[in-house]
């Protein structure tokens, strides 16, 4: 069974996705009455007629959660426009505690993945609040930098998503690495296509996208929820998939004592391998960058461990 912890629209559309590829039953929990129950209800009713046969329910219980495989937590406060996600540090820092302290409880031998912003530091509370080994937790931020970066550089270009690889690893906000030298266009390297004004561009707007979405629909939702289930289905499949993704670095990048967005592999363990990539100065220095900045938002909010 999957775990979502928060039934807004994140965690809903999210639980649409994995149940209506047959995944895994779902559970929904969530304080606000009825909330859950009432997605659970929708989401079923969508899957009956499509002939997908799984289990879905919700509950204000956290006690609902117990036999998950799985529990992402998307509950917390959404950012609102005008706001970093930073902006959200202290708001959502006792939220995730407390909810980690509940997924230890009901479902301690599931794979925690955090959704919740700033999803790093909120990974970081998930992973101390729950006392799992690191490769139980992980956060969903790199995916969604990444399928921006792609659809920034596919409308840049004008080709085909499909003809896209590429990786976007570091900090999920301000300062995001996508990492153009690793970026092909349907095997061509990106640098061979684009110089580097237009590089850093491609860059700069996929930092800032989430911005222009939430401020003119309030929230962004169906991509987030697309990231959560493309990791939710490689851990439940045991795919080995490698996706860009946030875990708690022990040296690998030069950084330590944090969870960042690396290039790693998962699958039924969660995170079972960390892969190293050769940066360059000028990428190295952003990935540290933005180590720092989560490193700050940790120490901001000790009052929580």
């Known amino acids: 069974m999957i775990g979502f912890l928060g039934a807004g629209r994140v965690g809903a559309q999210a639980a649409l996705e994995v149940a209506s ?6 559970t929904l929990v969530d304080i606000v009455p009825g909330l859950a129950e009432g997605e659970a209800m929708d989401i079923s009713q969508k899957i009956a007629e499509t002939g997908v046969d799984v289990d879905v329910k ?5 006690s609902a ?8 937590i998307t509950a917390g406060m959404a950012r609102k426009p005008g706001m970093t996600r930073m902006d959200l540090l202290e708001r959502n820092a006792g939220i995730v505690a407390a909810v980690a302290k509940e997924v230890a409880k009901h479902a301690p031998s599931s794979i925690a993945l955090t959704v919740t912003n700033p999803m790093d530091v ?27 970066f792609k659809s920034t550089v596919s409308a840049m270009l004008d080709v085909s998503h499909s003809s896209l690889s ?9 300062s ?14 990106l640098t061979k296509l684009m110089d580097e004004t237009q590089v850093e561009l491609a860059m700069e707007t996929t930092r800032r996208v989430a911005i222009d979405v939430i401020s003119k629909k309030g929230a962004t939702v169906y991509a987030p929820a697309n990231g959560v289930f493309r990791m939710v289905r490689a851990i439940a499949l045991d795919k080995r998939e490698v996706v860009p993704a946030s875990a708690y670095l022990e040296g690998e990048y030069g950084v330590e004592g944090v969870c960042i967005g690396v290039p790693l592999v998962l699958g039924a363990d969660g995170v079972e391998k960390i892969l190293s990539l050769d940066l360059n100065e000028k990428e190295s220095a952003q990935f540290k960058k933005g180590a720092e900045t989560i490193r700050q938002g940790i120490s901001a909010i000790q009052s929580v461990f």
């Open 166 to 174: 590429s990786l976007v690893i570091g900090e999920h906000g301000e």
């Open 122 to 148: 909120m990974n970081y509370v998930v992973l101390k609040r729950t006392g799992f080994p690191k490769g139980r937790v992980v956060g969903m931020g790199g995916l969604l930098d990444l399928s921006r």
């Open 176 to 189: 995001m690495l996508p990492l153009a030298r690793y970026t092909t266009v349907g095997g061509v390297p």
């Open 58 to 62: 919700g509950s204000t219980d956290f």
């Open 65 to 72: 959660l117990k036999g998950a495989s799985v529990v992402v």
């Open 21 to 26: 590829a047959g995944v895994d039953d779902v």
